[in-house]
């Protein structure tokens, strides 16, 4: 399974502006900048995480975007659902239907193992977490 870049990036922008409280807003051209981004395709990605409220926008000559909720509150699991969808590692596993053999499938079982084994590591790290791993370094570089 490989990630899309809608969510490596994603992640990156969020974990950009988690590292960047106390701060003030941080524009989409500099975030674009650290974080090796197009900004047009940052632009799409920040519409959705500011739906989505993990990121806000500022307006004004000094506005940029800031993270929409504390850094501890936010599981990548959630980021990530938000920009990939659900994680699935094959069909069917949301769709017994999907293949005939799905009910003695030793396949299968192995694919809703590693699917949760996913999730599991997902939804126990937060962007409080990483932030703390990444320590004092000035600038956050986050790779999926």
């Known amino acids: 399974m490989k990630l899309s870049t809608r969510t490596e990036y994603g992640i990156r922008a969020v974990l950009e502006l988690a ?24 632009e799409q990605l920040m519409a959705i995480l ?8 500022i307006r004004g000559s ?3 975007y800031i993270i929409g909720k504390p850094a501890n509150q936010i599981k990548i699991s959630e980021v990530f659902r938000t920009l990939e969808g659900p994680i699935t590692t094959s069909e069917c596993i949301d769709n017994e239907d999907y293949c005939p ?4 499938c030793v396949m299968r079982e ?3 193992r590693v699917q949760k084994s996913m999730m599991d590591v997902l939804e ?13 370094s000035k600038r956050l570089t986050y790779e999926i």
């Open 50 to 57: 500011r739906a989505s409220g993990y990121v806000r926008s």
């Open 62 to 64: 000094r506005g940029g």
């Open 101 to 104: 053999n799905t009910k003695d």
């Open 19 to 42: 590292g960047n409280v106390g701060n003030g807003p941080l524009q989409l051209k500099i975030i674009a900048q650290r974080q090796n981004i197009s900004i047009k395709y940052l």
């Open 110 to 112: 192995l694919w809703c």
């Open 124 to 136: 126990s790290v937060t962007l409080q977490d990483l932030i703390d791993k990444a320590g004092d």
